[in-house]
T-cell receptor
Framework: KQEVTQIPAALSVPEGENLVLNCSFT??????LQWFRQDPGKGLTSLLL?????REQTSGRLNASLDKSSGRSTLYIAASQPGDSATYLC????????????FGTGTLLAVQP | GAGVSQSPSNKVTEKGKDVELRCDPI?????LYWYRQSLGQGLEFLIY????????KSGLPSDRFSAERTGGSVSTLTIQRTQQEDSAVYLC?????????????FGAGSRLTVL
């Protein structure tokens, strides 16, 4: 059974810091991995999608890496801003007949002005 | 539409009543998912549709939960004889084809409170 864990569960940093969020998964047979952000009372916004054949994806100040063999992904946020404050979720998909995403437990990020 | 639309956004009901939650996916998206997010918990998979069929409904917690999708578009999640533990935010997502190759777009969710 695929289990996805995120560390840390919560993080508070001052504005301007670079930070790394971690995601680990127990079954390396994944099709892709996605990072989402969730703002309070709202749905999820997809940030980055990494196919299993890729090592990383970048979008603006965000960079996500994937190491399938070790079952790890990291989300790097450069020059953090108060607007980055949200819950960040990673999710993996195995593919095949079962296409469901298995979500991690989330990291609650607070960027202090 | 431009995004995934869910209704109602908030629903308060009494224990034992039936509720229906609706999801309008992005036009043309063939894959549709329902997830549940309870207070302080992660997202729990409920059911996956490809077109009108549901190849994976393994996450439905009990036979009080059912879902259907018609015309390859709108989906309805029905909860019969609601219980207090059904209180959660129910999220719907859609993607253009196989979710393995496409990004999921989520709706804002339907918050269900069972008194």
């Amino acid at each position: 059974k695929q289990e996805v864990t995120q560390i840390p569960a919560a993080l508070s940093v001052p504005e301007g810091e670079n930070l790394v969020l971690n995601c680990s998964f127990t079954d390396s047979a994944i099709y892709n991995l996605q990072w989402f952000r969730q703002d309070p009372g709202k749905g999820l916004t997809s940030l980055l999608l990494i196919q299993s054949s890729q090592r990383e994806q970048t979008s603006g100040r965000l960079n996500a890496s994937l190491d399938k063999s070790s079952g790890r992904s990291t989300l790097y946020i450069a020059a953090s801003q108060p607007g980055d404050s949200a819950t960040y979720l990673c999710a993996v998909i195995r593919g095949g007949a079962t296409n469901k995403l298995i979500f991690g437990t989330g990291t609650l990020l607070a960027v202090q002005p | 539409g431009a995004g995934v639309s869910q209704s109602p956004s908030n629903k308060v009901t009494e224990k034992g009543k039936d509720v229906e939650l609706r999801c309008d996916p992005i036009s043309g998206h063939t894959a549709l998912y329902w997830y549940r997010q309870s207070l302080g918990q992660g997202l729990e998979f409920l059911i996956y549709f490809q077109g009108n069929s549901a190849p994976d409904k393994s996450g439905l917690p009990s036979d009080r939960f059912s879902a259907e999708r018609t015309g390859g578009s709108v989906s309805t999640l029905t909860i019969q004889r609601t219980q207090q533990e059904d209180s959660a935010v129910y999220l719907c997502a859609s993607s253009a084809n196989r979710a393995g190759a496409n990004v999921l777009t989520f709706g804002a969710g339907s918050r269900l409170t069972v008194l």
